[in-house]
């Protein structure tokens, strides 16, 4: 199922009782693709938010897991509407357990004698004649089917690799009719963690917290664009993860910082 059918549905539920579904092909093992149910929470959340107020930060918790094909429904609260920023919070819910729990804040552009240019750069190989993250049933997740992942800097998972950083592009194979915050929200956790490639063998890890922090580019941004992407490992010990990434559109302008607590259990 295209990605833009998902939001469109989450979108359309008003009814705080109303429900859908993710289909198989957004899973991620067991449960759905942190990425899909990031998106769609913000997407139900951007509904109560007045259009003017783009996306400054959005941090998630994956509490537990979101299973496929069962029905869940979102709740959304209002912290607070400022002048210039709104605060809310929004939770997937399925089986009365929540399984996603969201923070966000809005904000309009404000006048301010403080500016500071991004200094971060990538010069990462154009991703054309790189090698791609494969979709192989059974070994990679689901939803890879739906996402260009380009490797420039780093190995598959699992490969047993000495890096603990990972550099490369993501687009949408199928172009969605326009690239949103909710469509980068699912293209930014599309690609592992980069500790998994430091594994020899195949473990389980899972993405506790998960902040972005958005600069939003000053010209358009084409659905078919790719997005550069680059994360190193800040920290790992104990069975924790601490990853850092920042993103840039094609054009070289940063447009996204993330910040992740992965759990490894190997």
Excluded at 115 to 126: K, P
């Amino acid at each position: 199922m295209h990605i833009d059918t998902l939001l469109q549905t989450a979108k359309a539920l008003t009814d705080s009782q109303a429900t859908m579904t993710l289909p198989e092909d957004w899973a991620q093992g067991r449960t759905a693709f942190g990425g899909i149910s990031a998106a769609l929470l913000y997407t139900v959340m951007k509904e109560k938010v007045a259009d003017d107020r783009p996306l400054r930060s959005l941090t998630t918790n994956f509490v537990g897991p979101l299973f496929a094909d069962t029905p869940f429904s979102f709740e959304v609260e209002v912290l607070r509407e400022g002048k210039n920023a709104s605060q809310l919070t929004a939770r997937i819910i399925q089986d009365d357990q929540i399984a996603v729990i969201q923070q966000a804040c809005f904000g309009t552009d404000r006048f301010s004698d403080i500016e500071v240019s991004s200094s971060e750069t990538h010069q990462l190989t154009e991703p054309h004649n790189l090698p791609r993250i494969p979709m192989i049933p059974g070994q990679t997740p689901n939803f890879i089917q739906h996402l260009d992942l380009a490797i420039s800097e780093g190995a598959m998972p699992f490969s047993g690799s000495p890096l603990s950083s990972l550099n490369g592009w993501m687009r949408f194979k199928q172009a969605p009719e326009q690239i949103t915050d909710a469509h980068l929200i699912s293209l930014i956790d599309a690609w592992p963690p980069a500790v998994l490639q430091m594994m020899k063998q195949l473990a389980p890890a899972s993405t506790m917290m998960w902040n972005l922090e958005f600069i939003h580019p000053h010209q358009p941004v084409k659905p078919d664009e790719w997005f550069a992407y680059k994360a190193h490992t800040r920290q790992a010990a104990g069975g924790y993860a601490h990853l850092e990434a920042n993103i840039w559109d094609s054009a070289g302008e940063l447009i996204a910082i993330s910040r992740q607590s992965v759990a490894v259990f190997c």
